[in-house]
């Protein structure tokens, strides 16, 4: 079983962009209460535009995923392919807004 393999983390990276990445981090968070896990989504599904791999997710889409993903407790949070510093700047924001909220 996968909360057995004696990791101190298990998470998902790549090849989703943040909404089936919360869909990826449901299932795992059903499988592994109260353990560790990481979430770390593509900005997006990945798309050849002529001949350059592209990514779906601007940077205001991949925020507005934050309290999704936030909520399923992942220790580690941050973002895969075609993420830039856009990308993580929108979760940092909601990150120091929670901070304060406390």
Do not use: W
């Not at 779906?56 to 995923?65: C, L």
């Amino acid at each position: 079983m996968l909360g057995n393999s004696g990791a101190f983390a298990i998470g998902s990276n790549c090849g989703n962009g943040s909404a089936q990445m919360a869909e990826v981090g449901r299932q795992l968070r059903a499988l592994l209460p109260g353990r560790v896990i990481m979430l770390k989504p593509n900005a997006g599904d990945p798309v050849l535009k002529d001949g350059t791999t592209c990514y779906t997710e601007s940077d205001q889409d991949f925020g507005h995923r934050f309290d999704v993903l936030k909520a399923l407790h992942p220790l580690i949070l941050g973002g895969c392919c075609g993420t830039d510093a856009a990308h993580i700047h929108e979760f940092r924001t909601r990150i120091d807004q929670m901070i304060r909220d406390e």
